[in-house]
């Protein structure tokens, strides 16, 4: 990785001691269009350094379809490192802004800040007024949404994990419920979390094992962040309020608390404990690392999820390619009763994690052309859908991915990823969401009604025929129950690398990752001894100090995304 700039933050020196490694580098190739021209003659060959904050386990050094055309195109070719397991990128990022040295371009999600009060990050404002066509016609008047902050309206980043205009055509979060399950119990209503003990408690009772080894009713992941995946985010969902990171807004006055300190929370973990005493609750839940966790459900035996699909992909995939889709899962808006919404169609607006240009980029006018051409019409249809003649045809004016494709692409997922390259290349320009079309009046994506439908399995349609439904969407509130969030996504809201702000929020975080997995595999009549306790060291570390800057910070950020003067 190339170039240096001085750091301010002394704090993140100490994470140069952590036995960390890089993970998964690789090379590969990619490039920007012939139409956007980039540096002195727009064609030579030229490549860029690049980190990803996630994990690409599929990565291919762009020689995938996908890759090979973007480099014909461009020119350009990325050698492309990707954290690894689930750490979110934090570790190596701090490794960067403690030595100062950069790679050319950067997805940094939630570790943005440290690099730009390291200095690392270039304000993208006039290299994309001057060279990226493509990327205001695609942002529209979502520009405003691309800044920084109120006090500091810079773009360091691009919204690229996000669609602008998407809309939501199926459900793929909620609790989880394997199809096999659901078939052999007549397709029951899960509906609260009471319903979801019911089904995992009367399977198990007839099946306690699975293929010779014991049948897991539900197992959680609380390796690193992904406690808040599996755990802790569900405590919102499941008591009416959307997920908003770790904190709750309130939508009226904007005021910001921890979630966990709701009393409808309390009731969900208690409701956790309550599986863990029944057994019903995988003993090894906390202690598990990620890769145990998707081992046990490739394995077939767990019988139900808290999670997102994204988060258990590859070992859905797994299941597929050995053609076990009956051990695959179905998805409902499972709550701690009728009295609550579940929120996860709630619309967040353009707001999400994007791509930068550092300090270290000696071509940045080239970078954002690249990052541009991705961005046009030719360049979202390419990564969304693969080659023309090769991963679709068109027929009668319309995409259509063959059969065998398509077989492939559900079924063998992880090869199929890795050979087309399709999907492969999301972060590294913005795009339109799903249900907008182009020019030629098709989707620019393949997730619409038709085709999700058209990629589910046997099993899977015969649940939502049972459930009369035709996605998964069709059993969760709709969003146009709920108003667009004017704060957007707070996850992706920046917030004081240094200072109070980050040292009580490192403290509470330590808090809850102790006192949440106590209090839910407490003995009986603990659970609340544990909980109080929780509450009252979460406060006594700063918890209301940090609320009260977090207050702030959302309520400039409604009046950078509206307009409005909020108090």
Known sequence: MLGSKPKKLAALILATTLAFSAGCSSSGKQSANPAPEASKDGTS???????????????????????????????????????????????????????????????????????????AIID????????????????????????????????????????????????????????????????????????????????VAKHPTTDGQPTIPLTLNADDWKIMITVTNQAAFTTGIPGDGEYYVDPKTYEAMLHYKRPEEREYFRWLNHMYLEGLLDKESFVQKEDQYKAKIA???????????????????????????????????????????????????????????????????RAIKFIDWLSSEEGQVLRNWGIEGKHYDIVDGKRVIPADVLNQKVNDATNFSKQSGIDMYSIFGV??????????????????????????????KEALAAYNATTWKDLFPGEDEFPVKEWGALYNMHVPTDGDYQIIYNKTQDIVRKRIPEAVLAKPGEFDKIYDVFIAEINQVGAEKMEQEYTALVKARVSLFTGKEVQ
């Open 299 to 365: 394995s077939g035996r767990v019988l139900g999820l808290t999670s997102v699909k994204w988060e258990y992909q590859d070992a859905v995939n797994a299941l597929k390619t050995v053609g076990k889709e009956e051990y695959t899962y179905g998805h409902f808006p499972v709550t701690m009763g009728e009295q609550y919404k579940d929120h996860t169609m709630q619309a967040i607006g353009v707001d999400g994690y994007g791509i930068s240009i550092t300090t270290a980029c000696k071509d940045p006018v």
């Open 431 to 460: 795009r339109y969401g799903d249900g907008v079309t182009d020019s030629t009046d098709n989707y620019y994506t393949t997730n619409f009604p038709e085709q999700i439908i058209a990629s589910y399995s046997v099993p899977e």
């Open 45 to 119: 060959p030229i490549t860029f350094s690049f980190f990803g904050a996630d994990a690409s386990p599929n990565w291919n050094n762009m020689q995938d379809d996908v890759g090979k055309e973007i480099t014909a195109k461009t020119g350009i070719t990325l050698d492309a490192e990707f954290d690894i397991g689930s750490g979110g990128g934090q570790s190596k990022i701090a490794l960067m802004a403690a030595s100062g040295q950069y790679p050319d371009l950067i997805y940094a999600k939630g570790e943005l800040g440290a690099l730009i009060d390291a200095d």
């Open 124 to 203: 993208l404002t006039e290299l994309i007024d001057e060279h990226a066509p493509n990327i205001k016609k695609v942002m529209g008047e979502n520009m405003n949404r691309m800044k920084y902050s109120k006090d500091d309206p810079k773009i360091y980043a691009i919204p690229t994990n996000v669609g602008v205009d998407q809309q939501v055509f199926d459900a793929n979060s909620g609790f989880q419920v394997q199809l096999r399950v659901l078939k052999e119990l007549g397709y029951p209503q899960i509906k609260t979390v009471h319903d979801f003990e019911n089904v995992l408690k009367q399977y």
